[in-house]
């Protein structure tokens, strides 16, 4: 254990952490709204992010956008990438709802073979998409990474003491805040919202009312996909990287965000996944990088045994503007 490395450090492993944390709380965010509304855990959501990094790589190759690239196309290939990876995820994530578990519904099946149903999609989803990019690109699209260049350059905007704030931390994490930020005003002021919250407190209620809660529902995987498409852009600036099941550790630890600061609480995907982020970073300095996965896993653990209705614990049904 060296603690020495992490206090001479602290500043800067604290912005990775929030750095890291931030792309979490965007894919926890898909997985606390769908168990908000149907208390379901969408196993399949990782696959959902993973698409949208495939889709940033896709849109930056056609544009043939790299860190060579002039600014206007910097702009244009990054928000390119964004829409469209929020459209791609959002898109499997709809189709996942609709194929899978809207069946399911229409039976009343029993919560765990929802539970069953999700493991299942998630698996499906990581084989098709494995084979048909071998298929199609051939052997160096099997389980090796694959690079992805952002045309973003990395660079330093503020040095604070040691701390070196770059244009890459900046941006994901505001990038992040902003998107949850505006999700959070959506649920909470808009009528669509008003939808959302009252078929996660009562659906039985809320269709007396004339809610249609197919479209809540739909509209709830739709807004979690979109979420988790701007992730994988903003994951693919920071690592550079991705591969046909790369959604299943940030998955986990995104589930692990979600049940950190409340699972179905909107605000507790945010500070759940800047915690975990933190205490990730935190584990790798003082351990070794190697730790920074098991550290996910045991704090979901210990969340689990002590808190398991997390840090804020409020459900989107009872969330109030």
């Known amino acids: 254990m060296d603690f020495n490395a992490l206090i001479d450090g602290l500043g800067g492993h604290t912005l ?30 990782s696959e959902v992010f993973m698409v949208g990094t495939w889709t940033v790589l896709g849109v930056y190759t056609v544009l043939g956008a790299d860190s060579e690239s002039a600014m206007p196309m910097v702009i244009f290939a990054t928000l390119t990438a964004l829409v469209a990876a929020a459209l791609a995820s959002a898109s499997v994530a709809l189709a996942v709802e609709r194929i899978a578990y809207r069946p399911l ?24 998409f494995g084979h048909v990019l071998k298929v199609f690109f051939g052997a160096p699209f099997g389980r090796a990474p694959v690079n992805v260049p952002s045309p973003i350059q990395t660079h330093t ?9 770059t244009n890459v931390q900046v941006f994901i994490i505001l990038g992040a805040v902003l998107m949850m930020v505006a999700l959070d005003l959506f649920v909470n002021r808009s009528r669509l919202g008003r939808g959302v919250r009252a078929v996660a407190q009562d659906p039985d209620t809320a269709a007396l009312m004339g809610v249609n809660q197919d479209r809540v529902i739909m509209l709830v995987f739709i807004l979690g996909g979109a979420m988790a498409g701007v992730a994988g852009l903003l994951f693919t600036i920071n690592f550079d990287i991705t591969k046909f099941d790369i959604g299943f550790i940030i998955g986990i ?18 500070v759940g996944g800047l915690l975990l982020g933190i205490v990730e970073v935190y584990a790798s300095a003082v351990f070794s990088s190697n730790w920074a996965d ?13 808190r398991p209705t997390g840090l804020l614990g409020e459900s989107l049904g009872k969330a109030r503007a």
Do not use: Q
Not at 16 to 45: C, P
Not at 111 to 126: D, H, N, Y
Not at 157 to 165: A, E, N, S
Not at 294 to 306: G, H
């Open 16 to 45: 990775d952490g929030l750095t890291r944390g931030s792309i979490y709380a965007l894919v926890a965010l898909g997985y606390t709204m769908v168990y908000g509304v149907l208390r379901l855990i969408n196993f399949a959501h």
């Open 105 to 128: 519904r229409k039976k009343n099946a029993p919560p765990l073979i929802f539970l069953i149903t999700a493991i299942g999609c998630s698996l499906v989803l990581v084989e098709i």
């Open 157 to 165: 905007l503020l040095t604070i003491g040691d701390v070196r704030i």
């Open 253 to 270: 630890k995104a589930f692990t965000a979600a049940v950190l600061g409340g699972i179905g609480n909107l605000r507790g995907a945010l």
């Open 294 to 306: 098991v550290t996910a896993f045991i704090v979901l653990v210990l969340v689990l045994m002590f």
